[in-house]
């Protein structure tokens, strides 16, 4: 278990540079105004989805996703993978999402978030609605999420990952 662990956070630390392998996600300014806001969020998500994907996901290693929540600019997304599980928190930097911690159980602590530029408000708003979120999930799931461990911070100082 340890091993899987340890190549879970060795993906997680270098998904930076995948992400600035990845083509622009970004939505143009123009047509996010014209959208709902539903509309908007569901495009924000599938964007994190595909960063995701591309970072993790493979036939033989399939990435599944579980709840995503947004508020602004900061997003957390549930996950599993190779049996198991965590929490990744994004941020839109220059209208690209970026996973800047992945965690599990420490992610629910607001002041990861006020730590990255949400207010306290908007902190508890997001944490509140990553809760109802994973009400859905069974116990055997929110058990892979909080298994992750320690949060790690993905700060853009590694090596670069081969894609």
Known sequence: MGRLKTLLVLNCW????????????????????????A???EVELAQI????????????????????VLQGDMAVADWWWQGKGGRAVLKKIAGQWKIVFCGGAGV??????????????????????????????????????????ATVRLDGHHAAHPH
Not at 118 to 139: F, G, I, R, Y
């Open 14 to 37: 270098l998904v930076w540079s995948c992400q600035a392998a990845t083509p622009s996600l970004a939505k143009a300014p123009s047509q996010a105004v014209t959208e709902s806001p």
């Open 49 to 68: 989805q595909q960063l995701m994907a591309h970072t993790w996901h493979s036939e033989q290693q399939p990435l599944r996703f579980g709840p995503a």
């Open 108 to 149: 629910k602590q607001s002041a990861l978030f006020t730590g990255l530029g949400l207010t306290s408000a908007e902190a508890t708003l997001l944490l509140q609605q990553l809760q109802q979120a994973e009400a859905k999930l069974n116990a055997a799931e929110l058990q892979l999420l909080d298994s992750f461990g």
């Open 39 to 41: 509309a908007v969020a």
